[in-house]
């Protein structure tokens, strides 16, 4: 069965950190593009990060500085590390694994930056 399990949300006040962990199953992991991508209420879904099967990364402006995505091909596992979280980062996460034209996507974890 293949899947994408994300976990690592929560409630975070503003300048904290959280880390975001995605395990995949029942995918050769190492040769899929795996990304982060979110979602606010009201909002269309938008690319967070990316990283390649090469460890290539590429994040969106807003995620620039503060954001570092990163995989553990071992673990079959995606991590995406956020720093200096700011209200606005708020929505729920998704976690994306990419071969060609074939997307997977998990179901979401949410994360909530408020004092």
């Known amino acids: 069965q293949v899947q994408l399990v994300e976990s690592g949300g929560g409630l975070v006040q503003p300048g904290g950190s959280l880390r975001l962990s995605c395990a995949a199953s029942g995918i050769f992991f190492n040769i899929h593009d795996m990304g982060w991508y979110r979602q606010a209420p009201g909002k269309p879904r938008e690319l967070v990060a990316t990283?390649?099967?090469?460890?290539?990364?590429s994040y969106a402006d807003s995620a620039k500085g503060r954001f570092t995505i990163s995989r553990d091909n071992d673990k079959n596992t995606v991590y995406l590390q956020m720093n200096s979280l700011k209200p606005e980062d708020t929505a729920v996460y998704y976690c994306?694994?990419?071969?060609?034209?074939?997307?997977?996507w998990g179901q979401g974890t949410q994360v909530t930056v408020s004092s």
């Open positions: 994306n694994a990419r071969r060609g034209r074939r997307d997977i």
């Open positions: 990283i390649t099967t090469l460890s290539s990364t």
